[in-house]
């Protein structure tokens, strides 16, 4: 593995202007007329081939169009056995294209920067119809492979639920609205951010939909104090514990100490994707075993 990457918005700023990739202006998603349409950027570009002066470019482009365009969609070419949907968290925006950069396969990737667990706004419909209109239909017969962290991690699991077999990696999510829970613990020193209402208890939503082929990592930091915890504090073992007894997850306690645990390591966690992306029909245990030796020869070293 090679060192931390640069500050996670650091990447958009040192943008050429050679071979910027084309420009892909936003057209309305075909729907019934009860669905009220919103903008897709449609691209037909592999991001695999993208060098990465283009991939800054083309992030810096669409992070400038983030309030209008909520869902990118990058689609080669041909056949493909997998479709990769990737949710951005809180302020992210298309900041995480970056980790599908070694993607061969088709690309979704949906952010709403006014509503951060995609529980509708003027910009994207909530997740239940994003799932319904954008994510299940894009993927198709393909295998789907999915990835965030905190509210896009959320989001991920919640998706996965609807597609049988999927591969997903969720740094940090929210599992649950919190706020009771955390209005019963005193915080000293700490300033304890909630998760929203109104989101979907994963334990739940996962426990009723059963899938013996799925493979989902839940991956938290062993501590939050890098956030730093006196400006915000998520809980992430509140979050992660409530997933125990749900079959097909499995959760991992890493040695790092930050809640955006793909900020900073972007390249490896597009590694990650990449493999995952090429094994995607591979039985759960190896794509399981697969994220346990990535997450170990990523974090395990002293």
């Known amino acids: 593995m090679t060192g931390r990457d640069p500050s996670p918005f650091s990447l958009l ?180 951010l909630s998760a929203p209402e109104g989101l979907i208890d994963l334990r739940a939503h996962l426990l009723g939909h059963p899938d013996p082929n799925a493979s989902r990592a839940v991956v938290i930091a062993a501590g939050e104090l890098d956030n730093p915890a006196h400006m915000h504090w998520w809980g992430d073992y509140l979050h992660m514990l409530r997933l125990l007894d749900v079959p097909g997850t499995d959760l991992y306690v890493v040695n790092a100490n930050t809640h955006v645990l793909a900020h900073g390591r972007v390249n490896d966690y597009a590694r990650l994707l990449a493999d995952l992306a090429a094994e995607a029909g591979a039985p759960p245990a190896r794509r399981t075993g697969m994220v346990r030796s990535f997450l170990t020869e990523l974090y395990g070293r002293t």
């Not at 209008?68 to 992210?92: M, S, W, Y």
């Not at 003027?122 to 239909?137: Q, S, T």
């Open 13 to 192: 700023w040192r943008l050429g202007r050679r071979r910027r990739p084309p420009r892909a202006e936003p057209v309305p998603v075909e729907v019934p007329p009860d669905d009220r349409p919103f903008p897709i950027a449609r691209y037909d570009t592999c991001l695999g081939d993208l060098s990465p002066e283009e991939l800054r470019t083309l992030i810096a482009d669409l992070n400038a169009r983030s309030d209008t365009v909520g869902c990118a969609i990058f689609r080669p070419p041909g056949e493909h056995d997998c479709v990769a949907t990737i949710f951005a968290g809180n302020l992210e925006r298309y900041f995480m294209v970056a980790a599908a950069r070694n993607l061969r396969c088709p690309v979704v990737y949906i952010q709403d920067p006014i509503s951060y667990w995609y529980q509708g706004s003027p910009l994207l419909p909530d997740l239940d119809a994003l799932c319904r209109r954008v994510v299940i239909p894009e993927t198709g017969g393909a295998r789907a492979l999915l990835f965030g962290q905190s509210s896009g991690a959320y989001a991920a699991l919640a998706a996965a639920a609807r597609m049988p077999g999927a591969t997903v990696v969720a740094c940090a999510p929210q599992t649950f609205s919190d706020a009771d829970a955390k209005g019963r613990i005193s915080f000293v020193g700490i300033r304890a």
